[in-house]
């Protein structure tokens, strides 16, 4: 049985993984930009390697983060739906509500 509890857990669930998402965003960034001044400065071929397995790893966990936060989601409109189905009332059935629209506009921005 869903409870305001779960609720509140399964919001912060969404919302640190969406902090984690723009976080590997812009470590991608970062990294892809110190790959590419590597490769202007004639970096050092393992050093220039190296940098580009880093790169590819962050890349990786993107993917990854997507994967988490769709099942998060999932989860999180299950357990808002069976509360407001017993008409539980409560601050974090609206703070819920705003959590499933910010994460399906990240959705909608990383789809594009």
């Known amino acids: 049985m869903a409870t305001l509890r779960n609720l509140k857990i399964k919001t912060s669930t969404?919302?640190?993984?969406?902090?984690e998402l723009r976080s590997y965003e812009k470590e991608v960034e970062k990294e892809a930009a110190k790959t590419a001044d590597?490769?202007?400065?004639?970096?050092?071929?393992y050093d220039l390697k190296q940098q580009e397995n880093v790169l590819a790893e962050s890349r990786m966990m993107i993917p990854d983060c997507h994967k988490r936060?769709?099942?998060?989601?999932t989860d999180l409109k299950a357990t808002l739906a069976e509360l407001k189905e017993s008409n539980e009332q409560g601050t974090e059935i609206g703070?819920?509500?705003?959590?499933?629209t910010e994460v399906e506009a990240v959705n909608t921005q990383t789809e594009d």
């Open 95 to 100: 703070e819920a509500e705003s959590t499933i």
């Open 38 to 45: 590597m490769k202007e400065k004639g970096a050092d071929p």
């Open 14 to 19: 969404c919302k640190r993984i969406v902090k």
């Open 69 to 73: 936060l769709e099942a998060a989601l």
